[in-house]
């Protein structure tokens, strides 16, 4: 429920409460891996990059075939200036989903 109501909130944009809501719904459901990587890109949105960072990196050791969670990774990675890690990031999410023009943009970007 939490979960579904924070996506709402995005799509209304407030994002703060969309914050707190995906927040209760980790609480709730700590392995949830999209839960996980939404609250992780709203993080990476208010530059908040190492909390989201943890929250990426956990969501794709819950689902190691994460495509979105791993790009979502490269994206903070690069941000940090880690930019060797986000260039894998990027290559994973590449393996994991051929077809990724978004990834591709990034890694573009990257090089």
Do not use: W
Request: proline share 3%.
């Amino acid at each position: 429920v939490h979960y579904n109501i924070a996506k709402k909130l995005v799509d209304e944009k407030n994002v703060d409460d969309a914050v707190l809501f995906y927040k209760e719904s980790v609480r709730l459901e700590p392995e949830y891996e999209h839960a996980l990587n939404n609250l992780g890109n709203l993080l990476k949105t208010q530059k908040k990059f190492a909390e989201s960072e943890n929250l990426l990196r956990k969501a794709t050791e819950i689902n190691p075939k994460f495509a979105a969670a791993f790009m979502n990774l490269g994206i903070v990675e690069q941000a940090q200036g880690n930019f060797y890690q986000a260039e894998k990031d990027y290559l994973k999410a590449l393996a994991l989903r051929n077809n990724y023009p978004d990834c591709q943009f990034n890694l573009g970007n990257l090089y």
